[in-house]
């Protein structure tokens, strides 16, 4: 299993990003997905989850109604659509999946929300 997220940066407040994780070794079609963050000194949250097929997705309160989670099983490659962005929201951003038991991590992307 390989993860590799991409699309962190530097960003003013209000601004957006898009990250995007590419996935391979496992069927990822079959796969819910998941986008995690963690900022300094604080414990990796849960930020939004999407269902094998992208119909279903979750999100952590935090985001709600700023972020997007969507994925391209054709290209095997999840995306995190961030909008709003805030001091907050600074963070390490990881994509995982769940497979065979085991949670699998990327290497995560830095995204920093400063003026």
Known sequence: VQLVES??????????LRLSC?????TFRSYVMNWYRQAPEKERELVADISYGGLRTN??????GRFTIS?????NTMYLQMTGLKP???AVY???VVYRGLRYWGQGTQVTVSS
């Open 59 to 64: 999100y952590a309160d935090s985001v709600k």
């Open 22 to 26: 590419a996935a391979s070794g496992f």
């Open 7 to 16: 699309g962190g940066g530097l960003v003013q407040p209000g601004g957006s």
């Open 71 to 75: 994925r391209d099983n054709a290209k």
């Open 88 to 90: 907050d929201d600074t």
């Open 94 to 96: 990881y994509c995982s």
